[in-house]
């Protein structure tokens, strides 16, 4: 592969038809290949004006919208990286990205422009450009007066295209630095995986912030010229009324509850499309067989993660086996190792481990943590926990790290009693998730309180001034003390007995 090949973006430009659909988002507006390639060379001009190098960060914490999604793939063809920043984060988390990341630039909603500004300014950050969800801002007007041309960069493989912060153990966020070849070769084995080709309609409602949305998902279409619809947000009644015109649909389990609590939703509803695709959080077996009998289709449950898109798959034809996430994507190879890092034979339960041209390449200005989370020969320690079959099926039976998954958004208990630790009136905090029918996981707050007068709405408002709001617990409960094991560590298992059961 020449270097200008490495470019994802080049990948692109070889292999769509300009003329063709791109995206159409829920407002009505469309855009074709051909729109793509312009409106991508006009923000790449305007960020290379406003200081952006190649190899440099650009951040964007940005409604979703088509030229959301431009945005994104103009930072790639210009050779810089990008830094995707969650909606909801809160100015006290968007600023840990910046200082840490140092973006040249920072892409905003123009409604937030004073406060990133003030941030951005504080962080070292050059420049802060805006853009809503209707396409306009001050990067749409700077782009608007240059050329529609622009000679993608070349760039190996190996360059950075993007880097994803995903939470820790330790309570502080790592960014996962993905590479063009990450996303190109992963991007292709799915596709092939999930057979997509010109034909597809992708019914694309998830946010763009994180990698089920931005690249799991959306690399389907954008590698095969095929195109996507985009909704805003996820409403159900809206996914069923677009559906249609789909022939794919990808979701968090949520979706799949949803979508079975909603009447208008039955196999007429869904005529159209050949191929459910779920992933970010495991799919009840349950919610899979009233999924199949609702629609005539049994959900491909998929197992992906930040660090390393998507690991395994169920296969398009064959055994869609519940309870299972299949089996690896072509170029992963994976095993169940021991604590030691020692191979497991098959049937045995440990940790899953793996390696491949998907992998990240490590943590952003993070070495230390690059070298714990990886085992002797380039084996990546997932932090999940899982036994595979005799024929290949993997099934995910828990997991090594203290993590909740809500509705597929990820929360590390850490970072949230390390908020609540700091409040006034707490002695000491644990964070678990209960399970809860919409969100698969709930997170929920034990709180050892010093002031008796100390509410679960004061903790719940003090925490959604500094966090996002959906890693605020959905309950608080107070206890007079936290179970502990003689080594003096916080039995959450028993929390979880305890507190579960609601
Ligand atoms: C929203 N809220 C949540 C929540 N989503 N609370 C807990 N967990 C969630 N997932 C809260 C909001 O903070 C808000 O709280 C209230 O619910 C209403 O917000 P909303 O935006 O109207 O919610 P809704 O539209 O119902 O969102 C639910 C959802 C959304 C499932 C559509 O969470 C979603 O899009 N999830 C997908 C996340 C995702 O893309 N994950 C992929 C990660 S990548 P308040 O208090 O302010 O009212 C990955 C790897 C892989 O995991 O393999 O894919
Ligand atoms: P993230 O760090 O946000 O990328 O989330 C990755 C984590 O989501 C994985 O390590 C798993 O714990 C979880 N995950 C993703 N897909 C599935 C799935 N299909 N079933 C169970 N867990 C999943």
Known sequence: MSAVDGNLFAQVEARADPAAPFIESDDGRSFTYSDLFALSARYARALGAAGVRPGDRVAGQLEKSPEAYVLWLAVARMGAAWLPLNTAYQPAEVEYFLRDAEPAVLVCDPAHLDERRALARACGVGEVLTLGADGRGTLADRAQAEPAEFATVARAADDLAAILYTSGTTGRSKGAMLTHRNLLQNGDAIARAWGFGRGDALLHALPLFHTHGLFISANCALLTGSWMLFQRRFDVDRLVDAMPRATVVMGVPTFYTRLLDCPRFDRAACRTVRLFVSGSAPLLAETSRQFAERSGQVPLERYGMTEAVVITTNPLRGERRAGSVGQPVEGVELRIADPDDRPLPRGQTGMIQIRGPAVMKGYWRNPEKTAEEFAPGGWFRTGDLGVQSEDGYVSIVGRAKDLVISGG??????????????????????????????????????????????????????????LASYKVPKRVHFAAELPRNAMGKVLKSKLRETYGGG
């Open 409 to 466: 958004y990820n929360v590390y208990p850490k970072e949230i009693e390390l908020a609540i630790d700091a409040l006034p009136g707490v002695v000491e905090s644990a964070v678990i998730g209960v399970p809860h029918r919409d969100l698969g996981e709930a997170v929920t707050a034990v709180v050892v309180r010093r002031d008796p007068a100390l509410t679960e709405a004061d903790v719940v408002r003090a925490l959604k001034e500094q």
